[in-house]
């Protein structure tokens, strides 16, 4: 993968995590016109899919830190039309190196945050079963997907329960989560029942099931759901 290409999904995961509900993906994958022997694109893959279809491409497009480049390169991809026009912003040399220290914290969490998000999409499927994390135990339940999501990221975390899981990283409110955060649920503020990997534009990934779901009659397992698809949201927590 080219570096420019890293670079522009990393900005596009960056800006594009609003708190809207509503995809952009449906309009930007009839718009999309690249694919094999394609010109290239950073947004999207060698197969003419957008790399993340969870982003708010809208708000990249519309939001004055982005290169006109990369705009147009999003526009290009998605068909979405931009608010206002293309334009390189930060004309003084001041705001210059102030968006550019908050844009390489921003680039540096963000990376952090795709790591995690991107090894946690890897479990898709994986069936649900209560104290389980691994293919030996026949599948995940929420914990343990979340254990080995981290580890597959590079994090050295122990194998705990949803709960523990709250003793470390930043909390963080929920109109500012990013890709990669933990997200947490339960009835009881000290006592979280529930984890999940937060994707981006109000979507989650978690290992739905129960107690009752064993090796030999799993839950449902991994899944991408709506963040509200709960009532009983916690918090969420930066790694």
Same mark, same amino acid.
């Given at each position: 993968?080219?570096?420019?290409?890293?670079?522009? =999904?990393?900005?596009?995961?960056?800006?594009?995590?609003?708190?809207?509900?509503?995809?952009?993906?449906?309009?930007?994958?009839?718009?999309?016109?690249?694919?094999?022997?394609? %010109? @290239?694109?950073?947004?999207?893959?060698?197969?003419?899919?957008?790399?993340?279809? @969870?982003?708010?491409?809208?708000?990249?497009?519309?939001?004055?830190?982005?290169?006109?480049?990369?705009?147009?390169?999003?526009? =290009?991809?998605?068909?979405?039309?931009?608010?206002?026009?293309?334009?390189?912003? #930060?004309?003084?040399?001041?705001?210059?190196?102030?968006?550019?220290?908050?844009?390489? =914290?921003?680039? #540096?969490?963000?990376?952090?945050?795709?790591?995690?998000?991107?090894?946690?999409?890897?479990?898709?499927?994986?069936?649900?079963?209560?104290?389980?994390?691994?293919?030996?135990?026949?599948?995940?339940?929420?914990?343990?997907?979340?254990?080995? #999501?981290?580890?597959?990221?590079?994090?050295?975390?122990?194998?705990?329960?949803?709960? !523990?899981?709250?003793?470390?990283?930043?909390?963080?409110?929920?109109?500012?989560?990013?890709?990669?955060?933990?997200?947490?649920? !339960?009835?009881?503020?000290?006592?979280?029942?529930?984890?999940?990997?937060?994707?981006?534009?109000?979507?989650?990934?978690?290992?739905?099931?129960?107690?009752?779901?064993?090796?030999?009659? %799993?839950?449902?397992?991994?899944?991408?759901?709506?963040?509200?698809?709960?009532?009983?949201?916690? =918090?969420?927590?930066?790694?």
């Amino acid at each position: 993968m080219s570096l420019f290409k890293k670079i522009g =999904e990393t900005l596009s995961n960056l800006l594009g995590s609003a708190d809207t509900k509503t995809s952009t993906t449906p309009n930007a994958q009839q718009n999309n016109k690249y694919g094999p022997n394609k %010109p @290239y694109n950073p947004f999207v893959d060698k197969n003419g899919n957008l790399i993340n279809p @969870y982003i708010n491409y809208q708000k990249v497009l519309d939001d004055d830190n982005v290169t006109k480049r990369a705009k147009q390169y999003i526009q =290009e991809a998605t068909g979405i039309q931009p608010t206002k026009p293309f334009d390189d912003v #930060a004309t003084s040399a001041g705001q210059r190196i102030k968006n550019a220290n908050s844009y390489n =914290e921003k680039v #540096a969490s963000v990376s952090k945050g795709l790591s995690i998000s991107d090894a946690a999409q890897k479990y898709i499927g994986t069936p649900y079963v209560w104290g389980g994390s691994s293919k030996a135990h026949g599948g995940m339940d929420c914990s343990g997907f979340v254990y080995n #999501a981290l580890k597959d990221a590079g994090y050295d975390v122990g194998r705990t329960n949803a709960q !523990g899981y709250r003793s470390r990283g930043t909390v963080v409110s929920k109109s500012d989560m990013q890709p990669g955060d933990l997200i947490f649920f !339960g009835k009881n503020n000290n006592d979280a029942s529930h984890i999940g990997i937060y994707l981006g534009n109000g979507k989650m990934i978690h290992s739905a099931g129960g107690q009752r779901n064993t090796k030999s009659n %799993p839950g449902k397992g991994v899944s991408i759901v709506n963040v509200d698809h709960r009532s009983d949201f916690l =918090e969420a927590r930066r790694y």
